[in-house]
């Protein structure tokens, strides 16, 4: 089944300690994405990247780090997680830039 | 630079009354539009997109958008809609040349029995 999955689903942590959410996707898809979404403020891209070792910042790239060592993965890496970093976040792949995305089940992220 | 502008937060319509969303975007250069709906506690899907050739498009449960350059709009329409569609609906614009993909604050549309 082609899926994006991201681990994991929910995850509750405190200031400061660094996670790192994952996101696969199986479908050989050169672009992946990640995206916060906050109520009022939609969703808002975090970084995304258009092939193995190519990333860039989207709109709020601030507090976050990213790698694309393969094609089917992209982590996202939180090094010191705040308060104002409490959301719910997506990874999406599409197979190139101009194509429709494909969604993870999404990670639920609280940090106190 | 491109933005999406969903002016309406909550829409609430009664079942099998008809609605639209409204999409209004920025963009200097040729875009790809995309609706995209989020039922509760799940991601999004694609709903719907203009990419070029004709400027209506369709889905498969019945809801259409259509491009329209000169108002730069992209409204998502549905003639009759059905509890199930009570869902989240957002719009979303990449302009031809430019990486990001910029999304709408989104839409929540309420049917109401």
């Known amino acids: 089944e082609a899926q994006v999955t991201q681990n994991p689903r929910y995850l509750i942590t405190v200031t400061g300690k660094k996670l790192t959410v994952t996101c696969s996707q199986n479908?050989?898809?050169?672009?992946m994405s990640w995206y916060r979404q906050d109520p009022g403020l939609g969703l808002r891209q975090i970084y995304y990247?258009?092939?193995?070792?190519?990333?860039d910042k989207g709109d709020v790239p601030e507090g976050y780090k990213v790698s694309r060592k393969e094609k089917r993965n992209f982590p996202l890496i939180l090094e010191s997680p705040s308060p104002n970093q409490t959301s719910l976040y997506f990874c999406?792949?599409?197979?190139?830039?101009?194509?429709?995305?494909?969604f993870g089940p999404g990670t639920r992220l609280t940090v106190l | 630079a491109q933005s999406v502008t969903q002016l309406d937060s909550q829409v609430p319509v009664f079942e099998e009354a008809p609605v639209e969303l409204r999409c209004n975007y920025s963009?200097?250069?040729?875009?790809?539009l995309f609706w995209y709906v989020q039922y509760p506690n799940q991601g999004l899907q694609l709903l719907l997109k203009?990419?070029?050739?004709?400027?209506l498009v369709k889905s498969i449960n019945g809801f259409e958008a259509e491009f329209n350059k000169s108002q730069t709009s992209f409204h998502l329409r549905k003639p009759s809609v059905h509890i199930s569609d009570t869902a989240e609906y957002f719009c979303?614009?990449?302009?031809?040349?430019?990486?990001?993909?910029?999304f709408g604050t989104g839409t929540k549309l309420q049917v109401i029995p």
């Open positions: 999406a792949s599409s197979l190139n830039r101009g194509d429709e995305q494909f």
């Open positions: 479908m050989n898809h050169e672009y």
């Open positions: 990247s258009m092939n193995v070792e190519v990333t």
């Open positions: 963009s200097s250069v040729s875009v790809y």
């Open positions: 203009y990419l070029s050739g004709s400027t």
């Open positions: 979303a614009v990449r302009s031809g040349g430019y990486q990001k993909v910029t």
